[in-house]
């Protein structure tokens, strides 16, 4: 199976600041990365797919990219309604992963 | 507009089963395949399994593999999760979850169902 693995866990940022969020597969996905959003209580939302294509309706401040093996969530000027936890996933092979997810909060 | 709507949740004891529903609509339901996610309380997302847009090809997590089964109607635009011998730890938000044209992520997801397993 392939393990993603999330880094931070956990971020304090302000509005404004742009943020990184890293992921990390155990082995090569290509290019079959998705990103969601996910707040308290709510459904996830879907972001971005196939590594760095934005769901259609997504802020184009919210960007994603990278290959193989490791992968990048940024954010470039938090705005007020981005903070929630983010999640990666591999859609290359069954079973699909999750990442354990990166909780963004304000400082 | 897509909408799902998950349903058939609940308290249930250990050992025992329970289905849950999806019903689908604002798509053409047999040209996607679908998913289960469920999220323990507290905890992230854990894909559960997949089905595609005919039904023919299944998939599962290991976790669930031998208890779970899902299933689809396309004549009635809904989703199954038939859950037997079920265990404390399968406590959690169920979520169905629509993939997107192609694949490569989950599109659209419904509000959830909690299934609770306790005695």
């Known amino acids: 199976d392939v393990q993603m693995t999330q880094s931070p866990s956990s971020v304090s940022a302000s509005v404004g600041d742009r943020v990184t969020i890293t992921c990390r597969a155990s082995q090569g996905i290509s290019s079959w990365l998705a990103w969601y959003q996910q707040k308290p209580g709510k459904a996830p939302k879907f972001l971005i797919y196939a590594v760095s294509s934005l769901q259609s309706g997504v802020p184009s401040r919210f960007s994603g990219s990278g290959s193989g093996t490791d992968f990048t969530l940024t954010i470039s000027s938090l705005q007020p309604e981005d903070f929630a936890t983010y999640y990666c996933?591999?859609?290359?092979?069954?079973?699909?992963?999750f990442g354990q997810g990166t909780r963004l909060e304000i400082k | 507009e897509v909408q799902l709507v998950e349903s058939g949740g609940g308290l249930v004891q250990p050992g025992g089963s329970l289905r849950l529903s999806c019903a689908a609509s604002?798509?053409?339901?047999?040209?996607?395949?679908m998913n289960w996610v469920r999220q323990a309380p507290g905890k992230g997302l854990e894909w559960v399994s997949s089905i595609s847009g005919s039904g023919g090809s299944t998939y599962y997590a290991d976790s669930v593999k031998g208890r779970f089964t899902i299933s689809r109607d396309n004549s009635k635009n809904t989703l199954f999760l038939q859950m037997n011998s079920l265990r404390a730890e399968d406590t959690a938000v169920y979520y169905c979850?629509?993939?997107?044209?192609?694949?490569?992520?989950?599109?659209?997801w419904g509000q959830g169902a909690l299934v609770t397993v306790s005695s």
């Open positions: 996933q591999q859609a290359n092979s069954f079973p699909f992963t």
């Open positions: 979850a629509k993939d997107r044209p192609g694949g490569r992520g989950l599109d659209y």
């Open positions: 604002g798509f053409t339901f047999n040209n996607y395949a």
